[in-house]
């Protein structure tokens, strides 16, 4: 027989255990449901494709992120959906190109939109299964009430609403970083040097909270963006500058975390998943972010604006020390999560992202469930990449506005990762296919976006 806390029979299960006493026959103990996985998303904010020791970077000590790499997956092929932070982060959250949502220019702290209320999120939709919701640090999805984390899925929200480097006007006449708490803010001018410090308690006090039920932790780092604060035991410590110090305090806060599911027995039951919203700055600073051998920054559509540094860890779900050279995008992580919760994805509206548990579970012959990744920047439809091939548009100015200008080319991806030899000459008929794919998929993108604003203006 089972007993409750209270020390009394449970129902129903405990009636017909007495039944089956009453008539000889033991009964076998039925199996606890299976827990359902708690998830955790750690999110940095520009940071380059090889700026992690095990892609590459041989001036940086960054041996948490490694190990995450050798008891888990890397991903070589990892995209997000926009090169700079807004886009990026709707994407993720919502699992859809971020001009479906609105929200494919970045946001400033004198804008008054963000993201809606009809969107739907993986907070969302993991709290509509019991899960425990929290976000830290930076959102950058609009800062005015109807638009925080809180208003979207997240029970809990610590953190800054925007950019480190958008300081809004102080009581006393000054400048300063607001930093909230929920959906007030706590200081206005906080100290920077202290964020990803005190982003990592609120994270492991969120695990060793919810440690007995399932959760969704969205850890998104103000650092590696500039101005570069890294924290005081860490300045001056890195090969790099303060760029390498704020990446090697990122590897000790995820240390902590990793640390935590261990000390609460939590390995076996969680899910890490790491990358970055965009590429590293385009600056010269030899001492900054680096996407080697990748092509390209932050703000372009070349590889090292929106390929990123991935790893996934799930003890005895995820292989370990293995690597995926297959597509998979953030948006990706809304069905998979979702899915892997006993839920599932929206089916009321069009989600870009697919279920890429085939692969982050090491499938035989897994292969990417993505026919073609589409990079925007912004409003405008600059490439596509389809198996191997990535196709660059040709795009003129318009006559009146802003727009993007370049040359069409392609590159085959498997054999010239860094995009230095257009092949487009000698391939014109696989040219061809890709712009009318583009150009179906971006009437159809604008299509949505015209919708949209029309319904803002009714």
């Known amino acids: 027989?089972?007993?409750?806390?209270?020390?009394?029979?449970?129902s129903g299960a405990a009636a017909l255990a007495v039944a089956l006493l009453l008539l000889g026959v033991s009964a076998a103990p039925a199996a606890p449901p299976a827990?359902?996985?708690?998830?955790?998303?750690?999110?940095?904010?520009?940071?380059?494709?090889?700026?992690?020791?095990?892609?590459?970077?041989?001036?940086?000590?960054?041996?948490?992120?490694?190990?995450?790499?050798?008891?888990?997956?890397?991903?070589?092929?990892?995209?997000?959906?926009?090169?700079?932070?807004?886009p990026s982060r709707a994407a993720l959250l919502t699992g859809r190109y971020p001009l479906r949502s609105g929200l494919e220019n970045v946001l400033f702290p004198n804008n008054r939109n963000g993201l809606e209320a009809d969107e739907v999120t993986i907070p969302k939709l993991l709290k509509s299964r019991g899960y425990a919701t929290l976000c830290v640090g930076?959102?950058?999805?609009?800062?005015?009430?109807e638009h925080l984390p809180t208003r979207h899925g997240f029970d809990h929200y610590f953190g800054v609403p925007y950019s480190n480097d958008m300081p809004t006007a102080t009581p006393d006449g000054g400048k300063g970083l607001v930093l909230m708490r929920?959906?007030?803010?706590?200081?206005?001018?906080?100290?920077?040097?202290?964020?990803?410090?005190?982003?990592?308690?609120?994270?492991?006090?969120?695990?060793e909270t919810n440690k007995d039920r399932p959760f969704f932790l969205y850890l998104a780092h103000n650092m590696p963006h500039t101005p570069l604060n890294p924290g005081r035991q860490f300045a001056g410590k890195s090969k790099r500058g303060r760029y390498g110090d704020a990446i090697e305090e990122i590897d000790w806060s995820i240390g902590e975390i990793l640390k935590?599911?261990?000390?609460?027995?939590?390995?076996?039951?969680?899910?890490?998943?790491?990358?970055?919203?965009?590429?590293?700055?385009?600056?010269v600073d030899p001492k900054g972010g680096s996407a080697k051998p990748l092509r390209g920054a932050k703000g372009g559509t070349y590889e090292g604006g929106m390929?990123?540094?991935?790893?996934?860890?799930?003890?005895?779900?995820?292989?370990?020390?293995?690597?995926c050279a297959e597509l998979a995008t953030t948006m990706d992580l809304l069905p998979t999560l979702t899915r892997l919760a006993g839920g599932t994805a929206p089916a009321d509206r069009v989600i870009d992202g697919k279920d890429i548990w085939p692969l982050m579970s090491g499938q035989a012959h897994a292969r990417t469930p993505h026919d073609a990744f589409f990079y925007y920047n912004r409003s405008?439809?600059?490439?596509?990449?389809?198996?191997?091939?990535?196709?660059?548009?040709?795009?003129?100015?318009?006559?009146?506005?802003?727009?993007?200008?370049?040359?069409?080319?392609?590159?085959?991806?498997?054999?010239?990762?860094?995009?230095?030899?257009?092949?487009?000459?000698?391939?014109?008929?696989?040219?061809?296919?890709?712009?009318?794919?583009?150009?179906?998929?971006?009437?159809?993108?604008?299509k949505v976006q015209a919708n949209r604003r029309r319904n803002r203006q009714k």
Not at 307 to 323: D, F, Q, S, T, Y
Not at 419 to 432: F, I, M, N, T, Y
Request: hydrophobic share 35%; net charge neutral; glycine share 8%.
């Open 1 to 10: 027989m089972q007993i409750n806390r209270h020390g009394l029979l449970r």
């Open 35 to 86: 827990r359902p996985p708690n998830f955790i998303i750690i999110f940095t904010d520009d940071q380059g494709y090889a700026d992690l020791s095990c892609f590459g970077a041989t001036d940086l000590a960054t041996p948490n992120l490694d190990r995450m790499a050798a008891e888990g997956m890397k991903f070589t092929d990892f995209y997000v959906a926009g090169p700079v932070c807004t």
């Open 138 to 145: 930076k959102w950058h999805l609009g800062h005015t009430p």
């Open 182 to 207: 929920a959906e007030q803010t706590i200081e206005h001018a906080t100290d920077q040097t202290r964020l990803t410090e005190r982003y990592t308690a609120e994270a492991v006090k969120f695990i």
């Open 260 to 283: 935590t599911l261990k000390e609460s027995r939590l390995d076996g039951d969680t899910c890490v998943i790491f990358t970055s919203d965009n590429g590293p700055s385009g600056g």
């Open 307 to 323: 390929r990123e540094p991935c790893l996934m860890r799930w003890p005895g779900r995820i292989p370990a020390g293995k690597v």
């Open 380 to 446: 405008d439809l600059m490439a596509v990449r389809s198996g191997d091939w990535k196709y660059h548009r040709e795009l003129k100015p318009p006559t009146k506005g802003r727009g993007k200008t370049q040359a069409a080319a392609l590159y085959n991806l498997k054999t010239d990762i860094g995009e230095s030899k257009d092949v487009l000459a000698e391939h014109r008929e696989v040219g061809a296919r890709l712009e009318e794919l583009c150009r179906k998929f971006d009437e159809e993108l604008k």
